[in-house]
């Protein structure tokens, strides 16, 4: 249990727009060196979650593809760089030495889909987005440790009270 970050909190969104007004909150708390594990099924909201948080920082609109093939994506926002990585094709978690990962985590704001890829190489001060599909639209859960929860949790009383 030790090496499971705890829940800070849990809530629904309806739809796609319920996502983006959550991507626009946690958007504002990121900062260089944060670590944002995208959890969740093909399917679940990964990519639109992560598409919606970079469009919420300072910039031009973007189209923010899936990077399933090319691995990961960079983007300058505001006076952040983000590194969208999916993980989904690599076969060992050393690969992703090779797309700069270690780099992106001393410097940048890393979104990764599929964080379990890492395996014991994801640095436990990440904070982990659960997204579940539900009949109502999907749960976000969100856990991580001390710090995530300070920072978190006054942005989102209110939507946690409400879901």
Known sequence: MG???DIILRFDVADES????FAGRLAGVLKPGDIVALDGTLGAGKTALARALINALPGEPEDVPSPTFT???????GD?????FDLYRIEDAEEAFELGIEDAFADAV????????LGTLLPRKHLNVRIEETPAGRRITLSG????????APLFAESAAHG
């Not at 319920?18 to 007004?21: Q, R, V």
């Not at 440790?145 to 978190?152: F, T, V």
Request: aromatic share 12%; glycine share 2%.
């Open 3 to 5: 090496d499971r970050p």
């Open 110 to 117: 890393s979104l990764i889909e599929w964080p379990e890829r």
């Open 71 to 77: 691995l990961v994506q960079t983007y300058s926002r």
């Open 145 to 152: 440790n001390d710090d995530w929860r300070a920072r978190l």
């Open 80 to 84: 952040l760089e983000i590194f969208h």
């Open 18 to 21: 319920g996502t983006a007004a």
